[in-house]
């Protein structure tokens, strides 16, 4: 899912420097492998736009059918499952959000019975000596702990550590940093901008008191 708020793109497919509104602008790639697949569900929600693609039914049987979580399976989302998945979606952005040195306020709780309900197991794969974690559960529980899979394995590699909400609190889009030192805290130039012109202001009130 790409964000694209009052026509500035935030990310491409591939990292390039493109000219927004006259000015120059480095725009994001994806993540790396399935953690793609996190990032987008994280940006299901934009908060800079207000718009949310989770907050129906609708719009998580229409997710999740563009992500080809479900295979062929017939599968009828409820508003229910719609609020469950949002609120995994917020917890794993919590996570995000300590990879970006913000403090957590994950409630691990409701990540655990996710991936207890998805009931994982192991496959292994002869030809190339490896085996995955895969959940075995069918519909929606499935669907998330592919999510949740994604996440392990990006745990595991040390690529999870990189993929960051933006510390703009009125952003928090997802984003993968890709800094040689890995200290990027925002999704692009236009929050930077908006933190430095925050922190301006904040300067200013305070000199005049």
């Known amino acids: ?34 953690l793609e697949l996190v990032r987008d569900f994280l940006n299901t929600l934009d908060v800079d736009r207000g718009t949310d693609a989770l907050a129906t039914p609708e719009g998580l049987s229409a997710w999740l059918a563009a992500q080809d979580l479900l295979g062929k399976k017939a599968f009828t989302a409820t508003a229910r499952d719609a609020a469950r998945a949002r609120s995994i979606r917020e917890d794993l952005r919590a996570l995000a959000r300590r990879n970006n040195g913000e403090a957590c306020a994950c409630m691990t709780e409701t990540l655990e019975a996710a991936s207890a309900a998805s009931r994982f197991a192991l496959s292994f794969d002869p030809d190339t000596g490896t085996s995955a974690l895969r959940p075995t559960a069918a519909g929606l529980d499935g669907a998330l702990g592919r999510v949740l899979a994604a996440v392990h394995v990006a745990m595991l590699d040390g690529t999870w550590c990189r993929l960051k909400a933006c510390a703009d609190e ?12 890995g200290c990027s805290r925002w999704c692009g130039d ?20």
Not at 10 to 16: D, K, S, T
Not at 170 to 181: I, M, Q
């Open 170 to 181: 009125t952003c928090l889009w997802a984003y993968y940093d890709r800094s040689k030192n």
């Open 1 to 34: 899912m790409t964000k694209a708020p009052r026509g500035r793109p935030r990310l491409a497919p591939v990292a390039e420097t493109v000219q927004i509104e006259g000015q120059l602008e480095l725009v994001r790639p994806p993540a790396p492998g399935r």
């Open 190 to 209: 236009t929050c930077l901008n908006r933190s430095k012109v925050r922190r301006f202001r904040e300067r200013q009130a305070g000199a005049t008191r």
